[in-house]
C-alpha cells in the first residue's frame, strides 16, 4: 500500500525518475551519451504512449521507422514532430498488427532497406469489449497485442543480433505489459482459449495477452542469453495512463470481478 502511494504521488524511486517524470526529463541526461545513428521500430506510434515516446526518441536524434494501419494518421504524426524537430528522419511504413500477412510484408520491406535496427519497441495495444476476430480467424486482442508483436519480434530478431553484433552498441527490445496480467488466474491462462474463446470478456482477454507479452521476453530473454546475444529484452508496465486503448476505466475493473 506504501508504495503504491509513493507511485500514485510520484515520489521518485532509485532511479530518481517517478511516475509524473516525463520521458524528456528521463532522457535529457543521457542525450550527450546516445550513439549517433541508432534505429528504432515502435509500433503503436501515432497516439498515446507510443506517439510520445516517438516523439521524444526523434528529439534525441533517433531514426524512426513507424509501423501503422492508419497511414494518413501516421503522416500527422510525423509532420507534427518534425515541426519540432526538423532534423528528425521518420519513415512511415504500412502495418497491421492483427495480420501475420501485413507482419511478413512489413518485415520484408524494413530489412530490404539495409537499414540497421538497435530498438524495437512493442507498444501497440488493443482492447476489445467485444468479441472480434482477425482476418486470421483469431481472436483480435489476443492477436493484436501478443501474436502479431511475437510475429514482428521473430522475423526482425536476427537483424538486431547482427547489428548489435557489427556496431557493439547493445540492442533493446520492449514489450510494453500491463500491471493488470496480475488478474489472470493460471486455470484462466489457456493458449486454445485465447485463440478463439468460447465465452468472450474483454477484460480476461486484455489481461491474458499482457500476461503473454511478459511470458515471452522472458523466453526471449533466456534464448539471447544462451546465445551471448548483445540484446537485452525487458517488459514494462506503463503505469495507469490516459489512452485511448480503455476509455472506460471502470469497465475494465469491472469486467475482472
Given at each position: 500500500m506504501k508504495e503504491t502511494l509513493r507511485y500514485l504521488i510520484g515520489v521518485a524511486g532509485p532511479s530518481g525518475f517517478g511516475s509524473c517524470s516525463t520521458g524528456e526529463q528521463v532522457?535529457?541526461?543521457v542525450s550527450c551519451s546516445i550513439p549517433p545513428n541508432l534505429t528504432a521500430i515502435i509500433t503503436g506510434g501515432t497516439s498515446g504512449i507510443g506517439a510520445e515516446t516517438a516523439r521524444v526518441l526523434a528529439k534525441r536524434?533517433?531514426?524512426l521507422v513507424m509501423p501503422a494501419r492508419n497511414l494518413k494518421r501516421a503522416a500527422e504524426v510525423r509532420e507534427g514532430i518534425r515541426r519540432e524537430s526538423p532534423e528528425a528522419e521518420i519513415i512511415v511504413m504500412e502495418m497491421d498488427l492483427s495480420s501475420f500477412a501485413s507482419i511478413q510484408r512489413f518485415c520484408s520491406e524494413f530489412l530490404s532497406l539495409g537499414l540497421p535496427l538497435n530498438i524495437l519497441i512493442n507498444n501497440a495495444g488493443k482492447f476489445s469489449k467485444k468479441?472480434?476476430?482477425?482476418?486470421?480467424?483469431?481472436e483480435m486482442t489476443f492477436a493484436t497485442n501478443y501474436?502479431?508483436?511475437?510475429?514482428?519480434?521473430k522475423n526482425l530478431l536476427e537483424k538486431m543480433v547482427?547489428?548489435?553484433?557489427?556496431?557493439?552498441?547493445?540492442g533493446r527490445i520492449i514489450n510494453v505489459s500491463s500491471v493488470v496480467h496480475r488478474w489472470v488466474k493460471r486455470e484462466g491462462f489457456r493458449f486454445s482459449d485465447m485463440l478463439n474463446p468460447k465465452y468472450y470478456n474483454g477484460t480476461h482477454a486484455?489481461?491474458?495477452?499482457?500476461?503473454?507479452?511478459?511470458?515471452?521476453?522472458?523466453?526471449i530473454a533466456?534464448?539471447?542469453k544462451a546465445r551471448r546475444a548483445k540484446v537485452t529484452i525487458n517488459a514494462v508496465h506503463p503505469g495507469i495512463v490516459k489512452t485511448g486503448i480503455v476509455k472506460d476505466y471502470k469497465g475494465l475493473i469491472t469486467g475482472m470481478n
Open positions: 532522457t535529457r541526461d536524434g533517433v531514426r468479441l472480434e476476430l482477425t482476418g486470421d480467424k483469431l501474436l502479431g508483436h511475437y510475429l514482428l519480434t547482427e547489428t548489435a553484433a557489427r556496431t557493439g552498441i547493445e486484455y489481461a491474458r495477452s499482457k500476461l503473454a507479452n511478459i511470458m515471452h521476453a522472458k523466453e533466456r534464448q539471447l
